[in-house]
């Protein structure tokens, strides 16, 4: 019975949990049940009149969105004031013992370009040492969740999306959001 095996199996197989760099090399923090990349694209088969399936070679994209999810075990302070949990936050300190207060961005401004994650980066290692990486310029943090429960870890759950850097969209916002690369 086939089971998909191939000789290319032991070296190409991913191992363990991969790890997520922000600043291309600080790690966002310990994970918990491993994290889940989904690369959510809108595609289009272009329409016509009569048209009954879709055509190959008529397909394109319309956008895309990298999302890295996943629940982390650590609430460190650089999730705050690297900007990874709060974007563009404003600081404030005050008190006996000292207490720094994150207040959010307001809701009608636009975010300055040092509040989106710069080099966000997702490594899986194969067997053969090599390492596969999902890259995004810049990232955002949509959403993240606090969930604490009795007898257990606090987590931080966290839901990052890719952006296309204002350069490259100065050039052209025909491309895409992020990159996947195979390194070794």
Known sequence: ????????????????????????????????????????????NINFDNKRSKIVGLDRTLSDD??????????????????LLE?????????????????????SALFAAGAYIAGLRYEVTRADSKKVCWVAAYAFVEKYEIISQDKNTTKVSVELHSRLGATDAATSTDKASYSVQVVG
């Open 87 to 107: 974007p563009g936050a404003t600081p404030t300190t005050s008190g006996t013992p000292t207490t720094v207060t994150y207040t959010p961005y307001g809701h």
């Open 66 to 83: 990298l999302v890295i999810s996943g629940e982390f075990i650590q609430i460190t302070d650089a999730m705050f004031t690297a900007d």
């Open 1 to 44: 019975m086939p089971s998909g095996y191939t000789t290319a199996l032991p070296t190409s197989v991913a191992l363990d949990v991969g790890i997520l760099y922000y600043s291309s090399t600080t790690v966002f923090g310990v994970s918990e049940g491993g994290l889940r990349v989904v690369t959510n694209k809108e595609h289009q």
